[in-house]
């Protein structure tokens, strides 16, 4: 009978989730987004009959979508489903997109809560398990990135990263990489979570399993895009490889320190490799350290959230959505703590959501600052607090807890 209830409880709390989100969608009536701009017109060309032509797309020309194309694959169905039946309203459209894809955060909160429950060794219950699923599926850095962004594959990308974690800690490479295959094919950054696993498996010398999780991860990705490839190279190489270093510094970046001097060409075009670098650096300085860091541990959680945090700290136009990562695997790492912990490691676990909801609210909130010295003022403070946050989070998952497994 419980299980029942529980089951009926669990569709009700879904349906009104999703049409939650299709109110909102429908009211919504703040600027355009990554949707309006990158998604929908790739979609309207997928639904014209070339679905293999998405990465044409251009904002002002120069900016384009660098994303995979998995996260089209139900955008461009839901769409379909809509013209089919003449509904073309655009506030409609919206409603619907943002109600069928309310479904992968749903997926996303429940992988999250079941690695808390993993990772305590009990399962929530009650109230403490709903306020677990509004942690995830109602935080304002999801709300922003979704809503205000339209980064609607972000959630489906999460759910995907998370899935893979639980397979590779469950001992299945190959499943693993299949999952973070696809996780990349719906976002790019989906790579940076990928780093300490793989040095991971490397440190340990687990070579097979790391054979089977990259070998798994290439196939995937490149039988995603080969046909985007071969179809129309050009614009498929340019969005998903080259158009970035074309873009300016700006959002906030602490990189706005070298504005105005010879070095910007240095984020200009290599931005993407200070993030990279920072997150296999910062991997190995918890992995060398750790000889008991698994998969399955506890603060591997908190490894993510830490490699998580390279992107907003280095990436040359910070943007809220950048948050949401580090936020998701440091609220599972937090909340997965099993037993009383020191005040100062306490603390440590609740900042890194803490600190990714400050940091998506103040970008936000500085997103509308006209001056260059606010700008400036924002990328270097927002920096700073990153850059420490990041040595103390380095710093605890070095330690080993004597007196929790981890």
């Known amino acids: ?45 997928a639904l014209s009959g070339h679905p293999l032509l998405v990465y044409a797309v251009r904002f002002e020309t120069v900016i384009a979508n660098d994303n995979g ?32 894809f309310s479904l992968f955060t749903l997926l996303m909160a429940r992988e ?9 060794g009990a399962s929530l219950a009650g109230l403490s398990r709903v306020l677990a699923y509004g942690v995830f599926a109602g935080s304002p850095t999801l709300l922003i990135a979704v809503l205000g962004y339209g980064h609607v594959e972000q959630p489906m990308t999460l759910w995907l990263v998370l ?41 340990r010398g687990r070579w097979r399993a790391l054979a089977w999780l990259a070998g798994s991860v290439g196939v995937i990705v490149a039988l995603g895009l ?17 158009h ?24 200009q075009h290599a931005d993407v490799l200070f993030v990279f670098g920072l997150a296999v650096v910062m991997s190995l300085v918890v992995i060398a350290a750790r000889r008991d860091l698994e998969p399955s541990s506890r603060d591997f959680y908190g490894l993510l959230a830490l490699t998580a945090l390279a992107l907003p700290l280095l990436a040359k136009s910070v943007w809220p959505y950048y948050f949401l990562d580090a936020y998701v695997f440091g609220a599972i790492w937090s909340l997965g703590q099993a037993a009383p912990l020191a005040l100062g490691r306490r603390l440590i676990a609740a900042a890194i959501p803490i600190v990714a909801t400050i940091g998506t609210l103040l970008t936000e909130y500085q997103m509308g600052a006209i001056g260059g010295q606010m700008r400036l003022i924002e990328g270097g403070a927002m920096g700073l607090a990153l850059a420490i946050v990041m040595v103390a989070l380095a710093t605890r998952l070095r330690r080993q807890d004597l007196d929790l497994r981890s």
């Open 163 to 203: 899935f893979a974690v639980r397979s590779l800690a469950s001992g299945r490479p190959r499943r693993a990489g299949i999952i973070f295959g696809l996780a990349l094919l719906t976002r790019s950054l989906a790579a940076l979570p990928l780093i300490p696993l793989a040095l991971l498996l490397m440190v």
């Open 244 to 267: 970035r270093g074309s873009l300016p510094v700006s959002g906030g970046s602490i990189w706005q320190l070298v504005v105005g001097t010879p070095f910007l060409w240095v984020p």
């Open 69 to 100: 194309p998995l996260g089209l694959v139900p955008l461009t169905t839901v769409a379909g489903i809509a013209s089919w039946f003449g509904w073309d309203d655009k506030r409609l459209l919206r409603a619907l997109v943002l109600a069928a």
């Open 1 to 45: 009978m419980d299980q029942q209830v529980t089951r009926v409880a669990t569709w009700v709390f879904g349906l009104g989730y999703a049409v939650a989100w299709a109110i909102v969608g429908y009211l919504w009536s703040g600027p355009l987004t990554d949707l309006d701009y990158f998604f929908l017109p790739a979609v309207r060309i």
């Open 226 to 242: 080969l046909p985007f490839l071969i179809a129309d190279p050009k614009d498929t190489i340019y969005s998903l490889l080259t």
């Open 112 to 120: 999250a809560v079941a690695a808390i429950d993993r990772l305590r």
